[in-house]
């Protein structure tokens, strides 16, 4: 999204779309729920859970770090890979008004 086209959209909808745009993968949520359950884990230890390539998991890495949603500190040559809270919190919060914010009707539009 252009520089200029997003001065249109509330902070609220960018947040969420960029949030959307990390968990737009089945890979991406397999990362997410590897690292919600262990709280922190190694690349190496990942790429053994999935059924995908070092190189794909490291992208797929590369996309949550830049979502904010996890964080990485390097540990020699390895990366520990973990879960930022702070920004998973504005995450669900973020996400979850969207979702919130639908009324079901007993009369349908469609």
Do not use: N
């Amino acid at each position: 999204m252009g520089t200029t086209k997003t001065a249109a959209f509330t902070q609220a909808d960018i947040a969420a779309a960029k949030y959307a745009k990390a968990l737009a993968h089945p890979a991406r949520i397999a990362i997410l729920r590897i690292l919600v359950e262990r709280r922190a884990c190694i690349c190496g230890d990942i790429v053994e859970e999935l059924p995908l390539s070092q190189s794909t998991v490291s992208q797929h890495l590369k996309e949550l770090k830049e979502s904010g949603l996890i964080k990485g500190d390097v540990e020699g040559k390895k990366v520990c890979y973990c879960i930022d809270a702070q920004v998973w919190q504005q995450a669900q919060q973020v996400l979850g008004g969207l979702f919130a914010g639908y009324l079901p009707r007993h009369t349908s539009c469609c």
